[in-house]
């Protein structure tokens, strides 16, 4: 018996050797603090809740990362100081720290934002390995300039197009993945549409988490990254996608520089074993990445790259014109289905449904569907007015001048640059800076010259031997990047080479006059402009109309289909006493999104809610919505508007 004993001792005590073995000698801080479900944009939350699912979040990452590596420590972000992450050699980021420098957010004297500037928690030459959950990579990177930006809030719980021989599925912890063929992401063929390539009805994924908003819409949502440009720097890497609303190559594992994206949303409690064991490789796999940093910083998140002329190109079709008509067509039979279901309901004495009510309302209306030429109008203001309803025109023009876009003016469209199309040299051509450094050194053109050179690259020399000397010391190392801001860049981090120093860029903008802008004005920053007024009805009673209007090539959102995990357009009022809502909210026409069931509204729209009662005073409302295009989403806005009731 003994013996038995002495034997099961020696077992445990080498499966103890063993496991500690297996730790990594890695050390890491957890940044914690978020909670375990979604709080974006939630008009009500149970805080206690909240706090209560933050702190079993962050005990389930501290007991998953001690079993893994030898050195843990847990934190709340309140507590967290850059200085911090020096004794550590990885950060993982899942909550929000406080911040070094405070957002900056100016209004014009109409309420109109006219300088936002977003917080920073890091600071700009922060180079330790950091490892982000989810939309932490937004929070913490955006003032950095992170490639690992919000696309959307809408990642599921698999991943799938993997680089199956990446280091973080190798080792040193076991990923066992078991793939499966599921159904391709129903919205990733609209944008492969757009961008000229097809998608098979399924693809290979494998489980990353075992619970996500689709199976429990209270759950904390993933965050994927916007694939385009991510790749235009040598210091980004794209290692997977995941299920979500946008195209099947939106980045839900990535890296830049020093920063790692893990996109998913789930705590240890809710991984699979394989995806446990590769967030575990994926914290080995950044520690390697100390000292370096982020070389091309995209400081403008929705800045346009060369592919936005492709999804031009085929929105500009007959083909998508058409699409869209049939598309619109398939919803309003939907609709009447709807509508027809609810009259019935309605003369059976049955309660409608909050959607049911507004198609009955009035809040629906079905337009005749627009001639090409309309569609292009409306899409193509500017260039209709030059191409018309020629599709063929607009096909050309898009190829044509390819080489020679550059973003406008507030970098969210694409206009041509009539300086590098004068030169006849692409703009990401490196002989374009070379034959602008000759031109200087010739006197050629010299204005023009340096236009350019100061357009594409962070350097402003003062002689044309200065340029050169640049030129030929670092043209080996130079690389041209979109998302980083159409710039020449030095790959290298040294950060004393000349060429690589946004704060160029900073220096210029404040240099800039502010232009005074219209009430109800709308432009890329401020896609949503929101106003409330009150009216007096004949029969004494009182009607709020609140306006709501909408940037051309945005939406926000009227209802939304289970499919899809964006959020509705809510109202919320706060009325004096003695006054109450009466009927039901009037909304305005809205029209479909996609094949899902989500409606959203665009252009210039009246929500009206009837009021009765003698009481005076302010009255409140409270708007919460999300801002959309057809290829980014703003996080959540709840804005608050008053009017005085007299």
Known sequence: MRRVVLLSLLCIFVWQCAFAQ?????????????????????????????????????????KFLKSRFRTVKVIDAKEYTVAMSDDYDVT???????????????????????????????PDDFDRPALCIANASEDLGRSLGSKCDWFCLCLEADAHHWVKDHPIFQGPFRV?????????????????????????????MWAVQTKSYQTDPSYRIGMVSRPSGFLDSPEAEIISSGTCAKSIDAVAIGRHGNFFHWGFSASPDYLTEAGKAALANAIVYISK????????????EGIATRGNADAQKYLASREAWQENNAS??????????????????????????????????????????????????????LLYHVFGNDAAEYARYFEKNRNWFYPDEKGYNLDIDEDVRTLGIANNDKRLLDTCIAMLEKNEEPALAR??????????????????????????????????????????????????????????????????????????????????????????????????????????????????????????????????????????????????????????????????GTGKGEVKCTVSYQCCDNSICFPPVKKTLAVELK
């Open 451 to 612: 236009r350019v050179l100061e357009r594409y690259t962070l350097c402003r020399f003062e002689t044309p031997a200065e340029w050169r000397k640049w030129y030929d010391t670092y043209q080996d190392k130079l690389f041209f990047t979109e998302s980083g801001g159409w710039l020449w860049l030095v790959n290298t981090f040294d950060r004393s080479v000349p060429g690589n120093d946004y704060s160029v860029l900073k220096a210029v903008a404040k240099e800039g006059v502010k232009k005074p802008v219209l009430t109800q004005d709308t432009d890329e920053k401020n896609p949503v402009a929101l106003s409330m007024g009150v009216n007096t009805l004949a029969d004494g009673t009182h009607e709020l109309v609140v306006r709501m209007k909408v940037h051309p090539g945005y939406h926000t959102y009227a209802q939304v289909s289970d499919e899809d995990p964006f959020l509705p357009t809510e109202l919320e009022f706060e009325l004096p006493e003695g006054c109450r809502l009466e009927g039901n909210l009037i909304t305005p026409a809205f029209s479909p999104l996609g094949e899902t069931k989500t409606t959203v509204y665009t252009g210039d729209g009246l929500f009206r809610q009837k009021i009765s």
């Open 22 to 62: 297996g730790k990594q000698k890695v050390s890491v801080l957890y940044v914690g603090g978020s909670s375990e479900i979604e709080t974006a944009g939630t008009v009500d939350l149970d805080s206690a809740l909240v706090a209560k699912m933050a702190k079993s979040r962050m005990a389930s990452f501290g």
């Open 176 to 204: 066992d993945i078991r793939p499966e063929m599921k159904p391709t992401p129903a919205g990733a063929f609209e944008y492969a549409k757009m961008y000229g390539y097809t998608l098979p009805a399924e693809t290979e």
């Open 328 to 381: 619109n067509e398939a919803f309003y039979h939907v609709v009447d289905s709807i509508r027809q279901a609810a009259q019935a309901k309605q003369k059976r004495g049955e309660e409608l449904t909050q959607m049911e009510k507004v198609y009955m309302t009035g809040g629906f209306t079905r337009p005749d569907p627009p001639t090409y030429a309309e569609y292009m109008k409306q899409r193509f203001p």
């Open 289 to 300: 990445f100390d000292g370096q940093h982020i070389i091309a910083r995209k400081l403008n």
């Open 92 to 122: 993982v980021f899942d909550g929000t720290p406080v911040p070094i420098r405070p957002r900056i957010l100016e209004h014009d004297d109409q309420g109109r934002v006219v300088r936002y500037e977003h917080a920073a928690y890091l």
